[in-house]
């Protein structure tokens, strides 16, 4: 069973920077694309970010694009969060996939972390 614990939320001011941190346990890290969503109240979960097997593959939801960066390393995948605007204030999902369909969709993913909450000040 494959677990994910995500870390690094909290509260930051407008234009300012987090890294969320996911810790991976229980698979090979090597056999699991990875990626991060955000939810913010009342809609619906949203697609940040994803990182192939092999760490050659990045995608970005347009929303982040230039402003977001993911990477992994050792069992580890990380989300670095630059120029935070109040609008990205949601909780963010770290989340795994062992298959091979479509990257951006949530449905693809079958390991999910617990959620660590992002809160950005005006």
């Known amino acids: 069973q494959v677990q994910l614990l995500e870390s690094g939320g909290g509260l930051v001011q407008a234009g300012g920077s987090l890294r969320l941190s996911c810790l991976v346990s229980?698979?090979?890290?090597?056999?699991?694309?990875m990626a991060w969503f955000r939810q913010a109240p009342g809609k619906e979960r949203e697609f940040l970010a994803s990182?192939?097997?092999?760490?050659?593959a990045t995608r970005y939801a347009d929303s982040v694009k230039g402003r977001f960066t993911i990477s992994r390393d050792s069992g580890k995948t990380d989300l670095q969060m630059n120029s935070l605007r109040p609008e990205d204030t949601a909780v963010y999902f770290c989340?795994?996939?062992?298959?091979?369909?479509?990257?951006?969709?949530?449905?693809?993913?079958?390991?999910w972390g617990q959620g660590t909450q992002v809160t950005v000040s005006s």
């Open positions: 989340a795994a996939s062992s298959g091979y369909g479509k990257i951006d969709s949530q449905r693809e993913y079958n390991y």
């Open positions: 229980g698979r090979t890290f090597t056999n699991l694309r």
């Open positions: 990182i192939s097997r092999g760490a050659g």
